[in-house]
């Protein structure tokens, strides 16, 4: 497609299990940024990738969450041991560019929720 | 946390009407973007100013980036039924990590007809 694809859409998961969300950026771009969003909240940064190479992981809540882009492509979000705070929807954006204007362009998230 | 204010809030208001919306922070930023949410949609770009003082239209949208480069404003002229949904400002802050925005906690715009 020619956006950025996230999976799965909706997850579900009971507290204490690991959950992977996937992102594909659209083809061709650089940076690739995870956002995560509350409930009634404008979404908060938690990591940054510029091709393969995670330039920026200080948003990270917790080392329960981990990220990578092996390839400089598809990105993974994961959190271990999922706690009752972690239920947000998880957005990941791209831009063409290592520039960062500020202009990216958001999937669709991935909404968690932790039972 | 969240480091910009946005307001209002929630706006609604009947069609053909003008919206205006707000965004302001106590630190300066390089870079002030709008966004609109759709439910269950991520935020979609809809203006983007890279200099203070500057105004910039897009169709019935004009925003504007504050001289002091702490607050930016959107206004929407003549509103229509699918101008519906959450406004958020964003921002780059001086200092931060480039594309690392800072996001408002939206403006939640109904429409009537």
């Known amino acids: 497609g020619a956006g950025v694809s996230q999976s799965p859409r909706y997850k579900v998961a009971k507290r204490g299990q690991d959950v992977a969300l996937r992102c594909d950026p659209i083809?061709?771009?650089?940076?690739l940024f995870w956002y995560q969003q509350a409930l009634g909240q404008g979404p908060e940064f938690l990591t940054y990738?510029?091709?393969?190479?995670?330039?920026?992981k200080s948003g990270l809540p917790s080392d329960r969450f981990f990220a990578e882009r092996p390839e400089g492509s598809v990105s993974t979000l994961k959190i271990q041991r999922t706690q009752q705070e972690d239920s947000a929807v998880y957005l990941c954006?791209?831009?063409?560019?290592?520039?960062?204007?500020?202009?990216?362009?958001f999937g669709e998230g991935s909404r968690l929720t932790v039972l | 946390g969240q480091q910009l204010n946005q307001s209002p809030q929630s706006m609604f208001i009947q069609e053909g009407e003008d919206v205006s919306m707000n965004c302001t922070s106590s630190?300066?930023?390089?870079?002030w973007l709008w966004y609109k949410q759709d439910p269950g949609e991520g935020p979609v770009l809809l203006i983007a100013?890279?200099?203070?003082?500057e105004l910039t239209s897009n169709g019935r949208l004009t925003a504007q980036f504050g001289i002091t480069r702490k607050d930016s404003f959107l206004n929407i002229s003549a509103s229509i039924p699918s101008d519906v949904g959450i406004y958020f400002c964003?921002?780059?802050?001086?200092?931060?990590?480039?594309?690392?925005?800072?996001f408002g906690r939206g403006t939640q715009l109904t429409v009537w007809p």
């Open positions: 630190s300066i930023f390089n870079t």
């Open positions: 964003a921002g780059q802050r001086r200092g931060s990590t480039l594309g690392r925005l800072y």
């Open positions: 990738f510029q091709n393969e190479a995670q330039l920026d």
């Open positions: 083809s061709g771009h650089v940076s």
């Open positions: 954006a791209s831009s063409l560019s290592g520039l960062n204007t500020g202009e990216l362009f």
């Open positions: 100013l890279y200099k203070a003082g």
